[in-house]
């Protein structure tokens, strides 16, 4: 095949949640058949199965549920009775510790779909909250309700299901207001539509709200403080156990790698020494309790992820030698991203934990030090 001919349809790259584990929700909604808060597709108690898991358990002894967040039950338990006492969900932290991923997994579980999301930018305008109009059917017809265009809110309110609100403080103040009668009032009035009974939308009984904002990052507006007392927050933090956390990154690098069409190939020593690296410099110490100076930039387990990924690709398409003689130069492209004395920093923890280690005789330490010179 040519460039230029006609390419079939591919398959997509990355599912939503709700069609991804499509057989987990269903064999949960049929398995629980406890009490439900209206319009919920699962009760509170599959809802948290959902997201952590049921461990060693085999649920009626025909499925077994795999965790998808890594992190705190209690957490995830305080975001599902939030959700279920119909009140707005809040979830921050620093960028890269799995927020959207976790508010996807919950508006999958509640309602049965994640679709009905609002991306937060300096652009986001009043109507991505409230409604718009069909300009033309508007020209034609005056206004009606088949020239209203929902938002995603809208829809969620009139539907009783969850609506999702990425990067919330990415939003001009006046536009993030919009949410504050929503999540108060529980209806939207529409006045061009005054005198008939499409004038005012009320919300259903399940209608609530997630949003998601970052702790440390640029271009953020604050909120209000009438709009955050319609929000219970939730601090989604890094993931505590290393452990977990190679876990984490060689399970979402290898799905990466896949979906390019090729087998991981990235050795464990070389994951944990990159998720090592990753965890002292965003703590500011290292495992062994030496000081580190911490970077600008946020070193997340999502960077690392892709840090990984990254490593994969490399090592099924261009195979060059040792993967791991790549890892300093991914590693400079992430520091660099926000601070140019980040490098300065990065050299810094080469001198101090990379080279002690690497006197202590690990070989795989010793391997990274003597590639400092990739750092320059």
């Avoid at 779909?113 to 059917?137: H, I, K, M, P």
Wanted: with cysteine; proline share 5%; net charge negative.
């Amino acid at each position: 095949m040519t460039l230029t001919e006609d390419r079939a349809p591919s398959a997509r790259q990355v599912l939503p949640a709700e069609e991804r584990h499509a057989a987990e929700l269903a064999f949960l909604a049929a398995h629980d058949s406890g009490p439900r808060p209206p319009g919920w597709a699962l009760t509170p108690r599959a809802v948290v199965t959902f997201i952590c898991g049921s461990g060693d358990e085999t649920l009626g002894g025909r499925m077994k549920i795999a965790p998808k967040f890594v992190g705190e039950r209690a957490l995830v338990e305080r975001c599902v009775v939030t959700l279920a006492g119909e009140r707005g969900l809040l979830l921050v932290g620093e960028p890269g510790t799995a927020k959207s991923m976790l508010s996807e997994l919950l508006a999958a579980a509640v309602c049965g779909t994640s679709a009905l999301t609002v991306q937060g930018t300096a652009g986001t305008t009043e109507d991505a909250f409230r409604y718009g109009w069909n300009y033309a059917l508007l020209l034609a017809q005056g206004p009606s309700r088949t020239a209203l265009v929902d938002s995603p809110v809208l829809t969620a309110m009139r539907s009783g299901r969850v609506a999702r609100v990425e990067e919330i403080t990415r939003c001009l103040p006046e536009v993030q207001d919009a949410l504050v009668s929503i999540l108060s009032d529980r209806r939207v009035s529409v006045p061009e539509l005054a005198g008939t009974e499409d004038a005012q939308v009320a919300a259903a009984p399940g209608f609530t709200v997630i949003a998601t904002a970052n702790l440390r990052d640029r271009g953020v507006s604050e909120m209000s403080a009438a709009l955050k007392r319609r929000f219970n927050f939730e601090t989604v933090g890094p993931i505590s156990d290393a452990d977990a956390e190679v876990s984490l990154v060689r399970r979402q690098a290898t799905a990466v790698v896949e979906r390019a069409g090729a087998a991981f190939g990235v050795d464990d020593a070389v994951l944990d020494a990159l998720v090592t690296v990753f965890r002292d410099l965003r703590s500011g110490r290292s495992a062994e309790g030496w000081d580190v100076e911490r970077p600008g930039t946020v070193m997340s387990t999502a960077e690392a992820v892709q840090v990984a990924a990254s490593l994969g690709v490399a090592a099924a398409y261009l195979p060059t030698g040792d993967v791991l003689d790549l890892v300093p130069g991914h590693l400079l492209g992430v520091v660099r991203k926000d601070d140019p004395a980040d490098h300065g920093r990065l050299l810094g923890y080469w001198d101090g934990p990379v080279r002690r280690r690497a006197e202590d005789g690990s070989a795989m330490w010793r391997r990274l030090w003597d590639l400092r010179e990739n750092l320059r």
